[in-house]
């Protein structure tokens, strides 16, 4: 008897499964020519460039979309050509627009001239939400500890490779992210996210395990559906150009 309802449980946890299977896909005939279609949107005239359904967050002109983390006045960072350069003691700056799930495009640079080593050369980040932290950091041959290298999940996940170029030349993060949903306090579905480094896979569907910081165990805290985007200063004159965003479904 007991074995009956072992193998009755097994044969009704499989029917539930393909139940869910088919119920996602039984919404739609095969080939149903009523499906609708996906939204047509414009790449970019190159794959670095921002579709026509992004939002840009900077192009070169101006950081009107961003301000002080600090105390929400005018973002402090210099502008110069097509790039944004961190000014060291004015304070990490957010955008003024919250996010949640996301697609994001964001070029970073660290500087010509190698000063400092390990965490203090060439440090800043990109804080998905402002709380979940993509390490950037001159890691070309920079020793330091593995959760704390360029492209690592702050804290929490070594990037898989090490792809940094050499100090003074562009690079790219392309960042895919699905923001934690609460129940209260407790993260019923994690964070998420996939990061490519100079269009190599550096993050795979991580699932973040909380607020990443210094020497502290990650941990989730509640928080909104939407929140601004960061970048980091460090004290260092990272630059940043070309950056867009499309937000996600989640
Ligand atoms: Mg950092």
């Avoid at 026509?52 to 301000?67: E, R």
């Avoid at 795979?204 to 941990?219: C, M, N, P």
């Amino acid at each position: 008897m007991k074995i009956f309802s072992q193998k009755a449980v097994l044969i009704a946890g499989a029917l539930t499964m393909i139940s869910c299977a088919s119920q996602q896909s039984a919404q739609w005939a095969v080939h149903d020519s009523s499906r609708p279609t996906p939204p047509v949107v414009t790449p970019g005239q190159n794959d670095n460039l921002p579709p026509s359904d992004a939002i840009v967050l900077f192009d070169g002109t101006g950081l009107s979309a961003w301000k002080s983390c600090k105390d929400g006045s005018e973002a402090k960072w210099k502008v110069q050509d097509d790039y944004m350069e961190v000014v060291p003691k004015t304070g990490s700056i957010e955008t003024r627009q919250a996010f949640g799930s996301c697609q994001l495009h964001i070029e970073w640079r660290t500087p010509d001239v190698v000063q400092g080593a390990g965490q203090g050369r060439g440090n800043s980040g990109v804080f998905l939400m402002g709380k979940y932290e993509v390490q950037v950091l001159d890691s070309y041959d920079n020793k330091t500890y593995a959760d704390g290298q360029a492209a690592a999940i702050y804290g929490q996940k070594p990037p898989l490779v090490n792809v940094c170029k050499k100090p003074g030349q562009w690079q790219t993060y392309d960042i895919i992210f699905h923001a934690p949903v609460f129940n209260g306090d407790k993260a019923v579905t994690p964070a998420a996210i996939t990061v490519l480094q100079n269009g190599v896979l550096v993050q795979d569907h991580w699932q973040i395990e909380g607020t990443t910081f210094h020497k502290v165990r990650s941990q989730y805290e509640s928080h909104a559906d939407k929140l601004p985007l960061q970048l980091q200063e460090h004290g260092n004159p990272m630059r940043f150009r070309n950056i867009w965003i499309r937000p996600l479904e989640n």
